[in-house]
């Protein structure tokens, strides 16, 4: 687990990273990663010397499995506060059956992610810049999913936790793959806005985490 900026770690598990910020009230985690997953980010909290029970609020980016895959054990190990958008609700608690990848390549990936166990959630996010915690504030950036929220956090000149609206590699922004994104020009619109904002630091779903003037990454990547 890396600390990017102080208090917000990285934690990569696998391809999907998920993130952990340590506030005045708790841990808070954002999305939760591939199912099966809670031991190894329980590892990971001892080894910055936090019990998993600290863990108080869990902000979900979208439903997709490799970010709520251990979003139901977590929660209920934890009885940690759960907050997602209206949007992707019914396929977190299980209104809504996640479709599955088209194609071999797609039942080769659902066999390998594994079945996502429904829970409830207990905040919803209703209104785009709202404010699910101190300090966090919830942008609603369409495309991936009809929900994906990023969060931007008041610290270090500003952390966005991007999720899978963008994603970096070797210090460049990119927007999601379009084979796993539901509207493609939705998900554009929602990077040119994140590139709009202010912020120091960005950590995404997938891929390290950029700092110093991150947001000028996110401007390279609309031009």
């Known amino acids: 687990m890396r ?3 102080d208090g917000v770690f990285e934690l990569r598990l696998g391809y999907v990273n998920v993130h952990v910020i340590i506030t005045d009230d708790g841990v808070v985690l954002v999305d939760t990663g591939l199912p099966g997953r809670s031991q190894l980010i329980e590892r990971a909290l001892q ?20 970010h709520v895959g251990s979003l139901a054990e977590l929660r209920r190990r934890t009885g940690a506060r759960v907050v997602a958008h209206a949007a992707d609700a019914p396929n977190i608690t299980g209104a809504i059956a996640t479709a ?16 996502v166990e429904p ?6 996010i209703t209104a785009d ?22 969060y931007l956090l008041d610290r270090s ?56 003037m991150a947001v000028e990454a996110f401007r390279k990547s609309i031009t």
């Open 3 to 5: 600390e990017v900026v």
């Open 47 to 66: 080894g910055i010397r936090r019990p998993l029970g600290e863990v108080t609020t869990i902000l979900i980016t979208h439903h997709h499995p490799d």
């Open 100 to 115: 599955a990848p088209a194609g071999r390549i797609g039942k080769l990936v659902s066999r390998l992610i594994g079945t």
């Open 119 to 124: 829970t409830k959630i207990d905040q919803l």
């Open 129 to 150: 810049g709202s404010e699910p915690l101190p300090g966090f504030t919830a942008l609603h950036t369409p495309g991936h999913t009809r929900g994906h929220v990023s």
């Open 157 to 212: 000149g500003g952390v966005l936790f991007a999720g899978d609206a963008a994603a970096s590699r070797r210090g460049r922004v990119s927007g999601p793959p379009r084979a796993v994104t539901a509207d493609p020009v939705r998900a554009g619109h929602s990077l040119a806005r994140l590139a709009e904002l202010e912020f120091e630091h960005a950590v995404f779903g997938h891929g390290r985490a950029v700092s110093g």
